[in-house]
Nanobody, 126 residues
Framework: QVALVESGGGSVQPGGSLRLSCVGY????????VGWFQQAPGKEREGVAT????????NYADSVKGRFTISQDKAKNTVYLQMNSLKPEDTAMYYC???????????????????WGQGTQVTVSA
């Protein structure tokens, strides 16, 4: 069993920054994909930034390329999402996710992830 616990959300003005953290507990050694999804009210949950665990290979949604960075500290069992130049449209609940299926490249597909955190709210407004 794997548990994921996010932290770091909050409210920020447009152009500001936040860093989200996700700590993994349990049988995490076999995780293939790890990443972050966002879900705004009334919308589907969508992949924002993901990586193949331990490889450094990353994948980003077009909407966040150049602004968000995903990284991993395996010694701390933690994945981070550094969010810069935040926009009001980034407002959403952000979920950490882990998947055990080999996908070759980092997947942004929700179906490739089986374990989810409880979510952390990010609000960007003036």
């Amino acid at each position: 069993q794997v548990a994921l616990v996010e932290s770091g959300g909050g409210s920020v003005q447009p152009g500001g920054s936040l860093r989200l953290s996700c700590v993994g507990y349990g049988y995490i050694d076999n995780i293939m994909n790890v990443g972050w999804f966002q879900q705004a009210p009334g919308k589907e949950r969508e992949g924002v930034a993901t990586m193949i665990s331990g490889s450094g290979r990353t994948n980003y949604a077009d909407s966040v390329k150049g602004r968000f960075t995903i990284s991993q500290d395996k010694a701390k069992n933690t994945v981070y999402l550094q969010m810069n130049s935040l926009k009001p449209e980034d407002t959403a609940m952000y979920y950490c996710a882990a998947g055990f299926r080999y996908t070759g490249v980092p997947s942004l597909r929700k179906a490739d992830f089986t374990n989810w955190g409880q979510g952390t709210q990010v609000t960007v407004s003036a």
